[in-house]
């Protein structure tokens, strides 16, 4: 269904808000080829981000987006960055096929054709490439369309990379990196401690590229998009900021509701806010009770608490309400967040999922 307030899907053009200041910083980074890693927790716009920016540019620009979330091995992520060079290149298929196949050493291109939709399009052949053959092909096909157009490559989910021991990826590309050529490399992610150790000091993408932390959507701005679909007031907007903990998918997720049920009531008021989120929680239920069910006992015991007080759960009084020892507490809180179910910042645990967070509040208790 089309809404002004996507949650689920990248926001398209005419529905993407704010980040005006974000945008120029991106673009000033792609005019000089610079590199940028754009860091969040999740749900905050990161991809939205890239992807309108890429819609604003790709007339000037050769775009490439590639999400290595699922990868498991290194030749998937070769093969992925294969496949978005080629998806990159627009217009006829036999000249993309002629000019790919000329950058290309080993893969092979082939035309394919949709019965379907009758439409033609193109299909890279390389299954029995290894990594550093399928890494070479991309680059050497990089650098030839940089010699053309200015080339952005945006890789999402990087700290995905780490997963990967047995090939280092970073150092390979850091040896690409490091050739001169017109390509601004966008490194998108949202796991801190590992993307930290990627670019670390004596690590090999030290240095390679500035760090942009990803900022809650303004309040203005979320006022001022929301007016134009809602007869909504400045401080029930600030309530769902709040309630919503600034995170974007779940303040998009309220206005959705609010955008869809407004004619049932006379105001959008706290009151109104209060019910959607309701509706929401209920219909998260079985999802968020799912992943409870699969905690260990004290995991369980260490998430109630954490969602409970958020601060102070070493202390004795705290730790006694669910009986749960020092120690115990401090590996299961270490077990959530090598799973991503918590997270950490300045010292202090927290639920990044805020629905999650909010669910937790309401039924564990
Ligand atoms: N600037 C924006 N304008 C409108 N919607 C946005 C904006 N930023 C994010 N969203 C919405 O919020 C949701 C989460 O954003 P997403 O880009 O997936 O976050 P991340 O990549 O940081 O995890 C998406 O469904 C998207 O449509
Ligand atoms: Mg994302």
Avoid: C
């Amino acid at each position: 269904m089309q809404t002004p307030f996507p949650f689920e899907t990248i926001a398209p053009k005419e529905f993407f808000y704010g980040r005006k200041k974000e945008m120029k910083e991106l673009k000033e980074h792609v005019e000089n080829s610079t590199n940028v890693l754009l860091f969040s927790k999740r749900r905050m716009g990161k991809s939205t981000l890239i992807k309108n920016l890429f819609t604003e540019i790709e007339k000037d620009y050769t775009v490439i987006y590639i999400d290595i979330y699922n990868i498991i091995t290194a030749e998937d992520f070769g093969k992925l960055l294969l496949n978005g060079i080629t998806k990159s290149q627009e217009g006829n298929i036999k000249s993309i096929i002629v000019k790919l196949s000329k950058f290309f050493k080993k893969t092979k291109i082939e035309p394919t054709f949709d019965p379907h939709t009758s439409e033609f399009g193109i299909r890279v052949v390389e299954n029995r490439l290894s990594f550093e053959e399928l890494m070479e092909d991309s680059f050497s096909a990089l650098f030839k369309l940089a010699s053309e157009k200015n080339v952005v490559l945006a890789i999402d989910e990087f700290q995905q990379i780490a997963d990967i021991k047995d090939v280092k990826i970073d150092a390979i590309l850091r040896k690409y990196m490091q050739e001169p050529s017109s390509i601004s490399y966008i490194f998108l992610g949202s796991k801190r401690n590992i993307l930290n150790s990627l670019f670390a000091y004596k690590s090999p993408l030290y240095a390679m590229a500035t760090p942009m932390s990803l900022k809650p959507l303004n309040l203005d701005d979320i006022y001022n998009y929301s007016k134009q679909y809602l007869d909504i007031s400045k401080e029930v907007i600030e309530y769902v900021y709040n309630l919503s903990a600034k995170e974007t998918k779940l303040i998009q997720m309220i206005l959705h509701r609010v955008y869809i049920n407004k004619k049932s009531v006379k105001k959008i008021d706290i009151n109104f806010i209060n019910k959607i989120l309701d509706t929401i929680l209920i219909s998260k239920n079985d999802h968020y009770k799912t992943i409870f069910e699969f905690f260990s006992i004290n995991q369980k015991k260490a998430f109630k608490l954490l969602a409970k007080h958020e601060r102070e759960l070493f202390s004795e009084k705290i730790l006694r309400e669910e009986n749960i020892s020092r120690p115990s507490m401090q590996s299961s809180l270490n077990q959530l967040f090598a799973k991503e179910f918590i997270d950490k910042e300045d010292g202090e645990y927290f639920i990044p999922d805020r629905a999650f967070e909010l669910w937790a509040k309401r039924n564990l208790k």
